[in-house]
């Protein structure tokens, strides 16, 4: 039998369990201090709220399985879509011990199968990039040995891979995209950011939100990108442009001749309207870079070729940005 799973994230956890203990009826099966979980069964649904810092709404959805077929036969349906998957085996989350397989749909929503076989006493893991210092850095992906290297196969890991996010202005979604990587790929990857044409100062709207979610801002600043093409800079890895401006200008040399693709998204510093709707705008980009970058961290870097990889990395820049749900 399989379960339909849906995970919110709340910003008042009491009040938000005696709201959906009143609307289902009966208290949570499971209750701790950040995290609350309903197992319903009509309908027959895994309903989960968490206060852990994340904006509210809606977290994941997802699929529970009762054993580990139906979880393999969602994983082969997965594996069909195309789109980039993370499996984990023994991983703990949400205080229970599961196998599970993430992914995002074409509109950057995470799913997730699992098939959970015993409790925990902590919390553990959460999904990929949902702000957490230590993202996914336990996860178990699939992997392939890696293949000897060569010049079309990416650099193994001897140190943190470094990635630059462009775009023009550097002050809303490149900063972003900088402070989610950094903390998400903590000890794996080192995040900077730069502009073509930058604006001096980060969007407050950005910054607001950023410190929200209790990233530190302290260093930020809006810079453009030749500094890093400097003798001193940081040897780069990948170069991901997040604005159609940025793709479309002549990039400096960059040390270190990194893997390069575009993850465009509209840009939330242009938005007009009211301020709610400016900062609605800036949080809908704020999740799909979490949604890609959560994809981005998960890949297993070192195990793909370089046109494998380079496939894998335009495909997490097709995700459409949660804007279009509305178009």
């Not at 399989?2 to 709340?10: F, G, P, Q, W």
């Not at 705008?281 to 870097?301: C, E, G, K, Q």
Request: with cysteine.
């Amino acid at each position: 039998m399989k379960r339909m799973h849906l995970h919110l994230a709340v910003s008042d956890l009491k009040q938000s369990i005696a709201f959906y203990s009143a609307l289902f009826a009966v208290g949570p099966s499971v209750k701790k201090p950040d995290y609350a979980k309903w197992r319903l069964e009509d309908p027959q649904v895994n309903f989960a709220i968490s206060a852990r810092g994340a904006s509210p709404g809606l977290d994941h959805l997802g699929i529970e399985t009762d054993s580990t077929e139906e979880l393999a036969s969602l994983v082969r349906r997965l594996a069909v879509a195309e789109r980039p998957l993370v499996e984990e085996n023994g991983t703990t989350c949400c205080y229970a011990r599961s196998d599970k397989a993430w992914v995002s749909d074409p509109q950057g929503i995470a799913w997730e199968t699992f098939h959970t076989f015993g409790d925990s006493a902590i919390y553990g893991d959460d999904r990929p990039a949902r702000g957490r210092p230590t993202g996914h850095a336990a996860s178990r992906q699939r992997r392939s040995p890696p293949p000897a290297a060569s010049k079309d196969e990416p650099r193994p890991m001897s140190r943190p891979y470094n990635v630059l996010f462009l775009c023009t202005g550097n002050s809303a979604r490149s900063i972003m995209a900088e402070c989610i990587l950094n903390r998400e790929g903590q000890g794996r990857f080192n995040a900077f950011s730069a502009g073509s044409h930058p604006a001096g100062a980060i969007n407050p709207l950005v910054l607001s939100l950023l410190q929200k979610l209790n990233y530190p801002t302290e260093g930020l600043r809006s810079k453009g990108w030749d500094e890093f093409a400097t003798p001193g800079a940081p040897e780069l890895d990948f170069v991901f442009t997040v604005c159609d401006d940025a793709a479309g200008e002549p990039c400096p040399i960059w040390p270190g001749q990194p893997m390069t693709a575009h993850w465009g998204l509209p840009d939330p510093a242009s938005a007009t309207g009211s301020l709610a709707e400016r900062a609605a705008m800036v949080a809908d980009t704020y999740r799909m870079l979490d949604a890609r970058i959560s994809l981005f961290v998960n890949l297993p870097i070192a195990a793909l070729d370089r046109l494998t990889l380079t496939k894998r990395l335009s495909d997490i820049g097709r995700m459409q940005d949660s804007l279009a749900r509305a178009d």
